[in-house]
């Protein structure tokens, strides 16, 4: 059903979906959560490949470290292990195939709310 991370160090490997199955449903769900759409955010705005550490999220780490899951679980972000640090970035390509514009338009979205944390 899924498959693990390409290059993950050590033998962890996390599991992913595939694009094929890759659901709307499950992408909204897991974008419309306002910790885990900033996550979106910050990997879209240039960060690539960022440790789940690097996030500063108002939550605690078991909580970060299930709305990583969700996003990943969603086929949102692909994670592997870099030695100890678990890093992620946006399946932008994937989700671009499947659903043409969907993330832009979100993230788009995200960054024009009033609640975004960079409007003033």
Known sequence: MSTPARGAASG????HPLPAEIRLEAVLHA????????IARELADGHVDMACIA???PVSKSTSTHHFKVLREA?????????????????EEDLEAIF???LP??????RRSPEAPDRA
């Open 100 to 102: 043409p514009g969907l």
């Open 55 to 57: 996030f500063d999220l």
């Open 105 to 110: 338009a979100v993230l788009e979205g995200a």
């Open 75 to 91: 086929g949102v972000i692909r994670q592997h292990y870099v030695g100890t640090s678990r890093m992620s970035r946006l399946r």
């Open 12 to 15: 962890r490997q996390l599991p």
């Open 31 to 38: 974008l419309a959560d306002p910790i885990r759409l900033r």
